[in-house]
């Protein structure tokens, strides 16, 4: 009996526990790869820096620039209580913040919190979708402060609080536009010299931006997939970028996109023919069924069970492949989620 690939069911997989990365591996670029080849429905198994051997002069490799910021606060309601508050995304309000809050049960009504000595908050009542607005005031420079009080927002399945080190190692090192919630994962394998190593062999490389925003929390709920709704993501792609990847595909030049970040992006700006330029909000889901118009080859990182981007991925190579592959990483104990290993996925 072939699997339903619009039931939510058919995404999930059983993963030991153990093999959930809680840290990043010392060296980013010695994380493994697992590399399949679509067409000829092979997997090899390699070290992210064998990408200096699987890419080649010509290809161009397309980033996602956005940058985490500490958004994680605990402050303090009057009576004493510790309120967690995760910032989302600034409103069109002024030094307003679309956040979510933990636990909701406690703020039932507009109050302040404070966070420090120079930074304090303002909830609102309003609660739609579980998420709140909170105004904030700060004494000084209001980044400066966050950057001193916040905390990484490392995902729920990292069983520890943050450390020092999650700054550093939760960010690629290529990120500066500041505005993610959580990081473009499939970038952390990066580094500077392999970066270098791939342009002095005529790789090529663009970027864009997309914040990571709060769908990167939220579970399928619909048994049908197609029911499910993403959230909105901002996505912004410059002129010379859009250029770039046309320029690209009209060489016939293979365009790589670093994350599933990048492949909505991509396809959220792709109009049939070409890749458009600009900036706006996108909600695009992708799964089985859909036909992608960019990229040639996707590196990702391995992803949950039930997520929307392993239906994304199983769209990309195919169902069955994926399964197959997932099954063979388990078995080969690769290490899952943000910190953990990558594939690289090409047609």
């Not at 591996?25 to 198994?45: A, G, P, T, Y």
């Not at 729920?156 to 450390?163: A, F, G, L, S, T």
Request: hydrophobic content about 40%; glycine content about 6%.
């Amino acid at each position: 009996m072939k699997p339903d690939f619009l039931s939510k069911a058919a995404y999930y997989y059983d993963l030991p526990p153990e093999l959930i990365a809680q840290y990043p591996l010392q060296r980013r670029d010695q994380s493994r790869l697992m590399h399949l080849n679509c067409s000829s429905h092979s997997i090899k198994h390699r070290k992210f820096s064998d990408l200096t051997e699987i890419l080649r002069a010509g290809d161009l490799v397309v980033i996602n620039n956005s940058r985490v910021f500490p958004a994680r606060l605990y402050g303090y309601k009057e009576n004493g209580v510790r309120i967690q508050v995760l910032l989302l995304h600034l409103t069109d309000a002024e030094d307003t913040w679309e956040c979510l809050i933990q636990p909701a049960k406690r703020i039932k009504s507009e109050q302040w919190l404070t966070f420090s000595d120079q930074l304090r908050g303002f909830i609102f009542a309003e609660d739609i979708d579980g998420k709140r607005k909170i105004r904030m005031e700060c004494q000084g420079d209001f980044w400066t402060e966050l950057e001193k009080i916040g905390h990484v927002p490392l995902p729920p399945y990292i069983n520890r609080p943050d450390e020092q080190s999650d700054h550093d190692r939760y960010q690629t090192v290529y990120a500066r536009a500041l505005g993610s919630v959580a990081a473009p994962t499939a970038g952390l394998h990066f580094t500077e010299d392999l970066i270098l190593q791939l342009i002095n062999k005529g790789v090529l490389f663009t970027e864009l931006t997309l914040h990571v925003g709060i769908g990167t929390f939220r579970p399928v709920k619909t048994e049908r997939i197609d029911k499910h709704v993403m959230h909105s993501e901002c996505v912004e792609i410059s002129t010379a970028t859009a250029e770039a990847i046309n320029q690209a595909k009209q060489e016939r030049r293979r365009v790589i996109a670093v994350g599933t970040t990048t492949v909505r992006s991509l396809e959220s700006f792709w109009d049939g023919e070409k890749l458009l330029d600009g900036n706006h909000w996108t909600d695009i889901f992708i799964y089985p069924g859909y036909k992608f118009g960019v990229p040639d080859a996707i590196i990702t990182n391995f992803h949950l069970p039930e997520s929307t981007l392993l239906m994304m991925i199983s769209a990309y190579a195919g169902y069955d492949f994926i399964k197959e592959a997932y099954t063979l990483a388990i078995a080969e104990r690769y290490r899952f989620f943000s910190y953990g290993d990558a594939m690289y996925i090409e047609q």
